[in-house]
């Protein structure tokens, strides 16, 4: 699981200002889950071979009594309570204030590991104006700026010391057989029925996996001769050797279950068509790489008219998961339900399809000689042979000359020939160019 670095701090200190500067850019957020987290924006950062969500709070007033500052505590508490470790930003020109003290006091009960930033610290002589920073009793002042990138390094690579991380080889050595499956979708779509259901319905094989971390639950058991491991979303409870799905929702969680699982079950609600909400799910599960399910739960609460209507909006709004198979279903009178596991099986077998350099290189070769790149100016691209560069999602790397001259249409027809030749229904493929000079 991906660790989570929540900033917190007063308003205007450059929570903001540094979020962008971590994820690199604002394009970073990865869901604004609109309606859920007015005040909360989750992006993804890397630094290093290290992953990591961040989380831009609101301002944080923790003695406001009443009205939007009660609201934003609110969300930065949420947050706090998510994160792995809290970034608290404070003002190195504007210098300590009262609320500065109650947001230190607050974060030091927590007992969470913390690190403290001053930003606007540009041009400043460090330890002559910071000093007074120290009483907050939080230990190291990081002096930084945001705005100018500096500092920004070397506060990341503290914050994320503590929390021990694995290094991304650790990761590649789970086990292939195991398809790690999470169900993701808004609130109320069904997902805690969907999973109560299945969990009812199957002689569960519940063990302790060693290496999950945290809080995380997942849920190992066996179907029809496959081995899945259900990550948690829906908020899963453990009652002894039984799970249970409890409603609760956490944006933080959906992230983290999308980035650890093989395959996401995408599930939407027939009564309500495609919200936003869903998009920005459906275009983080595409983000991620992970093979995608798309199941529209509720099918038995609607009538003729409205199951046209969520079938077009699927076409209009999330026409970028056509390659997924597409299930209509119902959760709570078990309707459809064997054939979304069929579809979950080969979106995963599709995700892990090894494609030898042989095959690749004939298949381009082929879809060449069908139809070649369009002249650019005086370049022809040239593709010459092609590899593949990885799975979950499948990576085709191709290689030839003046490949920055292929058309995104170009792009597209190759990964249609691709994904017919390998029958890749159920994941994203992705399509590398490499110009050799
Ligand atoms: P937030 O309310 O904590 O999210 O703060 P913002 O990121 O919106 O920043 C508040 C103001 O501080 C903006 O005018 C920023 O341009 C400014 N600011 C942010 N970082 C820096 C910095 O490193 N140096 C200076 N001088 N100004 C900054
Ligand atoms: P979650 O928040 O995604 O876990 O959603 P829940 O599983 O808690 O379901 C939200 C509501 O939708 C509950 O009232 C369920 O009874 C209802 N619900 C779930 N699945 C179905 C279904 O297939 N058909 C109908 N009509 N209602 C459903």
Redesign the pocket.
Known sequence: MKPVMA?V????????????RITKSRDAIVADFAGLTRDRHYGNARQGKHEFIVI?T??FEPTAESGIFMEMAKQTRQAVAEADVVVF?V?A?GGLSAQDHDIANYLRKLGKPTVLAA????GMTEGVQLTEFYELGLGEVHA?????G?GIRSLVEVALEPLGLPDDEDEAAVNESVIKLAVAGRPNVGKSTLINTWLGEERLVAFDLPGTTRDAISVPFERGGKRYELIDTAGLRRKGKVFEAIEKFSVVKTLQAIESANVVLLLLDATQGVTDQDAHIAGYILESGRAVVLAINKWDAVDAYQREQVQRQIEARLAFLKFAALHLISAKKRQGLTPVWQSIAQAHQAAMTKMSTPVLTRLLQEAVQFQAPKRSGMFRPKLRYAHQGGMNPPVIVIHGNSLEHVTDAYKRFLEGRFRKEFNLIGTPLRIELKTSH
Do not use: I, Y
Request: proline fraction near 3%; charged fraction near 25%; glycine fraction near 14%.
């Open positions: 900033l701090g007063r308003p205007n200190v450059g929570k903001s200002t540094l979020f962008n831009d609101g301002g930003v003002d020109r930003n606007k610290a540009e930084v700026s945001a705005a100018h500096q």
